[in-house]
């Protein structure tokens, strides 16, 4: 344990995918690291959608398939984009091991288990209140109880790091730089999810929802298969939130209304209720990574790949790398944000900044032509799908141009080329 | 389904102190009210008679969404103590 002094080599904070990570790196190091999580015990504050990565988690958890707590491998990527009240879905089902559903406050416990065992010390229930420095160097955490010392801080505290804030390290997050996310864990018996999802005994669906009750706004659904749950929920950039003067749980009840959504729940019994913000800034929005001292790393550093539902990867990978920095460190007793900016340079060259790259400007252009992306065109997707099926006896050539004639007459032509422009900037934005 | 049966499921551990402290004279003056609808948890509610807001922190979710609508950034927003606020089984 910790000597009188309460020093240790290595503080982290947070126990979530990233801090646990970095924590248990740098124990099997042999460094001496004091891991402290503010819930009751390791994932009891944390909400995803979600799926958990299999190559990634692989990399840090070998034997993870063996012995985490999961709930299904998902075999199915279901895109459904919803008008407001028709859908067109588009499914791509392979069983090739990319993802599986769990809970959080299974798994995040799990996790935290094995970093006990790498030789963590774990303290739960406690909050760190704030960073203690040394001159320039962050040197230790205040809790509600005990102040603690350390060479290191790892800050992995998550979405709102409010001691990123306190240090300096980042500004405070804008509206349109997170998303509030509500979502409903809802039970249902093993054999009707399998039924209602075309599944197998631990076999997943993932669904993608777009449009709904959010047409028009930046706001995305998700639905995941737990082994006799089923999850759905959505994520809405905070500042279309108060815009729209609309209360999130309203949009959640919408969505579970739809004609392409309700008969999948339906019958099932609310488990859960949940919240959690979800970082959307992206790259531009990427806090200073390192001081003297410490290193930010995962969720409070904005490391999150919205368009793919990618965070739990990124975290555990940026938990890597910073465990990484951290043992070069140790090896030169250096403790200089020189000596650790090395975690940035190893962040840039993964593909967790290579990615938050490609997206740079995603958010961006998203923003501006929401009306367009996430309104006109899904319900053009649809209105194209509903003439298509249409049987009605109008000769099909009419229908085609009615519906080519509909493009130009209720979309201005200077919208139009605004929206194709937006799609050319965001295309050459990705691929160059 | 109402607000009140989704926060039903949850397992609080409420504290005696609120852990969110708006400054309720910034609040008089507050034209958008944010905090009252944005919450996914429904915590503030305006009292027109009083003209002050009610703060129902035992609810609180601490997704932190309020901190960063408040028009006028200005609520003091603490996490509960360690042994204190929700906790989530199913996230
Ligand atoms: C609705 C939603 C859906 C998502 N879906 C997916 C998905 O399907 N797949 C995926 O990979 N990612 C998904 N993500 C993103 C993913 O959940 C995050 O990127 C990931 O959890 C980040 O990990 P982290 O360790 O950085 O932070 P977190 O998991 O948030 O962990 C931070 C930890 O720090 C603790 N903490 C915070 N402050 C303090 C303090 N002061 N003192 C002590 N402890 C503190 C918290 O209690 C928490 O345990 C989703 C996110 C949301 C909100
Ligand atoms: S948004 Fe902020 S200032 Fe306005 S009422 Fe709410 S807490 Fe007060
Ligand atoms: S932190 Fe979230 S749940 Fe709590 S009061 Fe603020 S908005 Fe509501």
Redesign the pocket.
């Known amino acids: 344990m910790l000597n009188k002094d309460n020093k240790t080599d290595v503080i982290v ?7 646990i990570t970095c924590a248990m790196l740098l124990a099997k190091s042999g460094k001496e690291v004091v891991l ?4 009751l015990f ?1 994932g009891s ?9 299999t190559q990634p988690t692989k990399e840090i958890f070998p034997d993870f398939e063996k012995e985490a707590p999961l709930e299904r491998r998902n075999i199915e990527h279901n895109f459904m984009i919803l008008g407001e009240d028709d859908s067109t879905t588009i499914s791509y089902r392979k069983d090739d091991n990319v993802s599986y559903s769990v809970v959080r406050g299974k798994f995040d416990r799990w996790m935290a288990q094995k970093a006990k065992e790498a030789g963590v010390i774990l303290v739960e229930q ?3 209140r704030e960073l203690i420095k040394n001159g320039t160097k962050v040197a230790g955490v205040r809790t509600e109880l005990e102040d603690y010392y350390a060479d290191v801080v790892v800050l ?4 709102n790091s ?2 990123a804030k306190q240090i300096g390290l980042r500004k405070e997050i804008e509206p349109k730089d997170v998303a509030l ?1 509500v ?1 409903e864990v809802i039970k249902l018996d093993k054999d009707t999810i399998n039924q209602r999802f075309n599944l197998q005994d631990g076999e997943g669906a993932i669904g993608e929802i777009f449009g709904g009750p959010m047409l028009e706004i930046l706001g995305l659904g ?1 639905m995941y298969t737990n082994t006799d749950c089923v999850t759905i ?1 959505l ?1 809405i950039t905070l500042d279309d939130l108060i815009e729209c003067k609309y209360r999130p749980f309203e949009f959640l009840e919408r969505l579970k209304q739809h004609p392409k959504i309700a008969p999948l729940i339906e019958g099932g019994t609310l488990k859960e209720y949940s919240a ?3 970082p959307e800034g992206g790259y531009k929005k990427i806090p200073q990574l390192c001081d003297n001292g410490v290193i930010v ?4 550093a904005m490391l ?1 790949n919205n368009l793919h ?7 555990m990978i940026s938990g890597k790398l910073c465990a990484e920095t951290i043992i070069e460190a140790f090896n030169k007793k250096n403790f200089s944000r020189k000596m650790l900016s090395l975690y940035e340079k190893k962040l840039k060259d993964s593909f967790v900044m290579k990615d938050l790259k490609t997206y740079k400007d995603l958010m961006d252009i998203a923003h501006q032509r929401k009306k367009a992306f996430m309104g006109y065109y899904l319900r053009k997707i649809n209105s194209f799908f509903e003439m298509f099926t249409s049987v009605n006896s109008v000769p099909k050539k009419e229908g085609y141009h009615k519906f080519i004639k509909s493009i130009f007459t209720d979309r201005k032509l200077s919208e139009l080329f605004k929206d194709v422009w937006a799609l050319i900037k965001l295309v050459w934005s990705i691929l160059v | 389904m109402n607000l009140d049966k989704k926060l039903y499921t949850l397992k609080y551990s409420p504290d005696t102190q609120s852990h969110l402290n708006p400054d309720s004279e910034q609040c008089k003056t507050c034209v958008s009210r944010n905090c009252t609808y944005i919450c996914p948890a429904g915590v503030y509610e305006w009292n027109e008679e009083k003209n002050e807001l009610i703060i129902n922190f035992e609810n609180c979710l601490e997704c932190g969404a309020c901190r960063i609508a408040c028009e006028k950034g200005c609520i003091d927003w603490q ?1 509960p103590k360690g042994t204190k606020g929700v906790t989530f089984k199913q996230g």
């Open positions: 904070v947070g126990g979530g995918p990233a801090g402290i999580e503010r819930g390791a504050k944390n909400v995803f959608g979600g799926a958990i990565y406690t909050v760190v992995a505290d998550g979405v409010l001691l996310s979502k998700f929920g994520g959690h913000l979800i790393v995962g969720d409070a999150v539902w990618e965070g739990t990867n990124l975290a | 996490y």
